[in-house]
């Protein structure tokens, strides 16, 4: 995704000091002094502490820790709702922390909407009301921004729902508004302080695989603030790990539940079902060897032999998955005497995208045991899975 995808926030060297003498503070820090001697020292406290990462288009990028790690101090410091001591947060080409109070306000129009986790709906106002309010604030023509706030409440399942107030929705109808106030406003990130940690563990599941689907549909850029490690791991492209005010670890749930980067990390995984969480793409092997649609059966069947395979995938000229060509369909066809190997591929194997769930694969293979086919979005293949690599993934995963 980050070779494909456009950076959106930009950040770089972030600090925030809470005191009257930030300056000491940083001083302090950069001498190598953590938060406790510094607080200690000073009276200042560091909430953040040299923070640098990007933020890419359209991802949903979660920024955990817990409690005083710094994360809701982060994402008010990306739209400034407090200053910041020290270092730049760039969105398309603007510095935020540099910007005078008319530039700001235009920036946080256009860029940014909140989802908080106490829902700040207005109870005096309908669910339709409270949906347009930021489009009211801004001067939009009412009509329109009936319309929009509408669309907006149908796309997160609301639909019918329009008249009601506050008081007759339950707490999950009640953060589907405020997530479709922040749709309606149209900005560019959308920004969500633990917007699940209020609700019923059954209904912040839902509402977890809610907003996949609805990022899967609109692929909007995303920060995400979170506590709950396992809430990180369902929803989160990536992950941004908070430990003091300072990033311990940032990488794809994957990697870190794969890589910790420390003891820290480690022990904050412990217990999480890693294999819940790996994915094809770990169990993924490359391509020992595949055949072309153009090829004779002859030539498959070299292949074949020359990588001690009873199959080959067959690829087009632009590397998508064709099917699968058998040994046994090989030599028929040459007995036959064809002269191409695309009347005799097989459709009989299963193919999954690299995020698909580890768990799911072992019931996938056949009896005969055909590798599973890891492909992308364009259906080019990118690797395969053998059973044995997926015991292998399963057992270690047990281990840990």
Same mark, same amino acid.
């Given at each position: 995704?980050?070779?494909?995808?456009?950076?959106?926030?930009?950040?770089?060297?972030?600090? #925030?000091?809470?005191?009257?003498?930030?300056?000491?503070?940083?001083?302090?820090?950069?001498?190598?002094? #953590? =938060?406790?001697?510094? &607080?200690? #020292?000073?009276?200042?406290?560091?909430?953040?502490?040299?923070i640098s990462f990007d933020v890419y288009e359209g991802e949903l990028l979660v920024i955990m820790g817990l409690s005083g790690s710094g994360k809701s101090t982060?994402?008010?410091? +990306?739209n400034r709702l407090i200053e910041t001591t020290e270092g730049d947060i760039v969105i398309d080409g603007e510095n935020i922390p540099s910007l005078g109070?008319?530039?700001?306000?235009?920036?946080?129009?256009?860029?940014?909407?909140?989802?908080?986790?106490?829902?700040?709906?207005?109870?005096?106002?309908?669910v339709v009301q409270n949906t347009e309010f930021g489009l009211e604030v801004r001067g939009v023509e009412k009509a329109k921004r009936r319309e929009t706030a509408l669309t $907006?409440?149908?796309?997160?399942?609301?639909?019918?729902?329009?008249?009601?107030?506050?008081?007759?929705?339950?707490?999950?109808?009640?953060?589907?508004?405020? &997530?479709? =106030?922040?749709?309606?406003?149209? $900005?560019?990130? &959308?920004?969500?302080?633990?917007?699940?940690?209020?609700?019923d563990p059954l209904i912040r599941k839902d509402m977890q695989q809610e907003l996949l689907q609805l990022q899967h549909k609109m692929q909007k850029t995303t920060v995400f603030i979170?506590?709950?490690?396992?809430?990180?791991?369902?929803? /989160?492209?990536? @992950?941004?790990?908070?430990?003091?005010?300072?990033?311990?670890? @940032? /990488?794809?749930p994957e990697e870190i539940l794969t890589q910790p980067a420390n003891d820290y990390v480690r022990r904050f995984i412990e217990g999480v079902d890693k294999a819940r969480i790996l994915t094809a793409e770990s169990a993924m092997r490359p391509v020992r060897s595949t055949a072309r649609a153009s090829d004779g059966p002859r030539t498959a069947l070299h292949r074949?032999?020359?990588?001690? +395979?009873? !199959?080959?995938?067959?690829?087009?000229?632009?590397? =998508?998955?064709? /099917? +699968? +060509?058998?040994?046994?369909?090989?030599?028929?066809?040459?007995?036959? /005497?064809?002269?191409?190997?695309?009347?005799?591929?097989?459709?009989d194997f299963r193919q999954v995208g690299p995020?698909?769930?580890?768990?799911?694969?072992?019931?996938?293979?056949?009896? #005969? !045991?055909?590798?599973?086919?890891?492909v992308d979005d364009q259906k080019r293949l990118v690797g395969v899975v053998v059973k044995g690599a997926v015991l292998d993934e399963l057992a270690r995963a047990g281990d840990e």
């Open positions: 995704m980050n070779e494909t995808r456009s950076v959106k926030i930009k950040v770089r060297g972030l600090s #925030k000091v809470f005191g009257k003498h930030p300056k000491r503070a940083l001083e302090l820090r950069d001498q190598g002094l #953590k =938060r406790p001697e510094i &607080l200690e #020292k000073t009276g200042q406290t560091l909430g953040l502490s040299n982060l994402i008010r410091c +990306l109070e008319k530039a700001l306000l235009a920036c946080r129009r256009r860029h940014f909407s909140m989802v908080f986790q106490n829902f700040a709906l207005f109870p005096h106002r309908t $907006a409440l149908k796309q997160v399942g609301l639909a019918g729902w329009e008249d009601a107030y506050p008081r007759q929705l339950s707490g999950g109808m009640q953060q589907r508004v405020g &997530l479709a =106030r922040a749709l309606a406003n149209d $900005a560019s990130v &959308l920004l969500m302080d633990e917007a699940f940690s209020a609700l979170t506590h709950d490690l396992d809430e990180a791991l369902n929803i /989160g492209d990536r @992950i941004v790990l908070l430990k003091d005010g300072e990033v311990v670890q @940032i /990488g794809t074949m032999r020359d990588h001690a +395979l009873d !199959s080959i995938y067959v690829l087009d000229r632009d590397q =998508r998955l064709l /099917g +699968l +060509l058998e040994a046994e369909s090989a030599s028929q066809a040459i007995t036959e /005497g064809a002269e191409h190997i695309t009347d005799y591929l097989t459709q995020e698909e769930p580890l768990h799911n694969l072992f019931a996938m293979f056949s009896e #005969k !045991s055909f590798p599973i086919a890891v």
